[in-house]
Each structure stands twice: as C-alpha cells, then as structure tokens.
C-alpha cells in the first residue's frame, strides 16, 4: 500500500512514520508540505528507515506526480477538509487524523467526499483492541475513560486544539466503540482550553470522559456492568509507561497507528474499495473509523459545549447519516 502523507508536523514525524516503517506492506512515497525544513526532516527519517520518498509543497503536485492508495492528512486541522476533497477529485481515499474538522457542519462536509475518507481514531487499535473482546454484546454498560498529556511536552508546531477537541474525541468516540452503542446526550459537561469532562448517555449505557492537556501523560479505561462489578481495565503512561520505554516496548501511540494502518492494508488487499467493516460481532478485527463516525463524536463535542453553557444541562446530540453505531 503506497501512502501519501500531507502535513509534516508532530504527528507525521513521531508517529505515523515510525508506524510505516514498523509495518509491513506499507510505504510512504511522498509526502507535502509546504514548510521545507518540516518536510526534509521527514523524507530523512523515511530515508534512514530505507525508503525514498518524494517531497512536494503542495498536494495537488503530490496528486499529480506519484500513484498513491491512500493520503495520510496530518495537517492542521483547518485544512483538513479542503485536502480530504482535494484527495477524494482525484479518486483518492484520505485517513483524516483527528480532530475531523473545526465543526459539525464541515465534519458533515468531510463524510460527504466520495471516496469516504476514514477517520485515524487510533484508539480502537490500542484501547478498543485490549478490551473489546472482553465486553459482552448485551447488556448495561458504565464505562470511565480518562487521557492526559502535557502539551507542551508534545511540541505541536501550529496545533492548539482545546482539550476538548484534542483528547476528548478520542475518548469519545472509543466509548461508542466499545460499547457498540449510538451516543443519546450529553450532561455535566464543563469545558476549560486545557482541561474537560462530560457524561455521555449511550444507547446502552453511560461513559464518564475526562481528559487534560496539562497533566503527565496517563490514559486509563474501565468497563463495568449495572451492578458495578468490573468487566476489563487497561491503563498506559504513568511510571509503568516510563519503565516500558526503558525496556524496549512499542510505543503506545506508534503500536496503535501501526495497527491502523496494518488494517487498512488487509482492507485493501481483500476490496480495493476500502469497504469498511462494522460488524461488532466479528471481535476479531477491529472496524475502521469513517468520517462520518468522525461527525458522530464532533455532533458529541457540539453537545458537551452546549451543555456547559448550560452549566451542565443535558443536551441531545445530533444524529449524523451513515454513522455506525
């Protein structure tokens, strides 16, 4: 699978090129960026990685110059839907990083392109893949997720997403996820640039969802039934995340964009078309995030503000078309 990457900041450099070089059957062959310093660091570490890529400073170049499968847009976030439809002209599938847009209006916009894009909800293929073999497919679900991180300690080059928009998406659209379960409303939301927190009502179940941008780095899941009797937990970060790098082990965020993209190959390989999976009964794969998931957790994010204007009152969350539950 021949990738294009467009957008050489933080994300392209520490993860999703670490990622292709650990994964087999894929490569990068070209990446853009119309920053020359971001782009010639990249093309080094693919090219210390074995590859040689082309670079470009501007996709439509890219587009017009290399054969790719699929473009990789890791490019801020105000971009991303412009280059998604850039990509999708020219019969190209995009895997859009997170968060998908600035808004819901233009997360619709993005689920829209055909070919759909696919969202890089990584999680699914680190917490989702831990746990979701464990949840049973019935039944009353309580579920806690938290993911925390020092921004500063990231070194994002232009991003400044608020909390909300930056940690808790993941988190959001990991509960329907693992829950298999459409999200109802969202109620006792309180949002600050750097800090955020909701509960989200799911069609079977309740997820509490706290995330940070100014805290050391920890990201812990736990699953329990009605009666609070616990179903499975995953933790990473913290002073055990720190011995694992130590000794050697993947990096969490790297392992989980590796799998993503490992999955994307097998989709590949099996359909051209990318046809998307999504059934919860087959545990054995995990399902790619479309972009219309993508406008299902921002149509959540649009809720959770919404409440906490409202000092926390309950508020519906949009249904998005195409979503998967």
């Known amino acids: 699978m021949r990738l294009g990457i467009a957008g050489c900041g933080r994300i392209a450099e520490r993860g999703h090129i670490p990622a292709v070089l650990g994964a087999e059957g894929v490569s990068v062959v070209a990446l853009a960026d119309p920053n020359t310093e ?51 002209t020219a019969g190209v599938r995009s895997l859009v990083e997170k968060p998908p847009a600035p808004d819901l209006p233009a997360a619709e916009r993005l689920a829209a392109l055909e070919p759909e894009p696919l969202l890089a909800f990584n999680r699914r293929f680190l917490q989702g893949a831990e746990l979701r073999p464990a949840i049973p497919d019935q039944g009353w679900l309580e579920l806690d997720l938290e993911l925390r991180f020092r921004r500063e300690a990231w070194g994002a080059h232009e991003v400044r997403d608020e909390a909300l928009l930056d940690a808790g998406i993941h988190l959001i659209d990991l509960a329907s996820h693992l829950s298999g379960a459409a999200p109802i409303a969202v109620r006792r939301a309180r949002i600050e640039p750097e800090r955020a927190e909701l509960e989200l009502e799911l069609s079977r179940g309740r997820a509490r969802i706290h995330c940070a941008t100014d805290r050391r780095h920890r990201e812990t899941v736990s699953v329990r039934d009605r009666a609070g009797k616990p179903i499975a937990r995953t933790f990473h970060g913290g002073f055990r995340g720190r011995l694992a790098a130590l000794a050697g082990r993947p990096n969490p965020l790297v392992l989980s964009l590796q799998r993503q993209l490992e999955a994307l190959r097998d989709a590949a390989s099996t359909d051209p078309a990318f046809v998307l999976y999504r059934d919860t009964a087959d545990k054995g794969r995990t399902p790619l995030a479309s972009a219309a998931d993508g406008a299902t957790a921002m149509a959540v994010v649009e809720a959770a503000r919404r409440s906490a204007e409202l000092d926390g009152a309950e508020v519906t969350v949009a249904p998005v078309q195409g979503a998967a539950a």
Do not use: M, N, Y
């Open 38 to 88: 971001r782009l010639e660091l990249c093309r080094g570490l693919l090219r210390e990685g074995g590859t040689q890529p082309t670079g470009f400073s501007d996709l439509a170049t890219l587009l017009a110059t290399e054969p790719i499968d699929l473009l990789v847009v890791a490019a801020p976030l105000e971009h991303h839907v412009a280059l998604a439809k850039e990509a999708a």
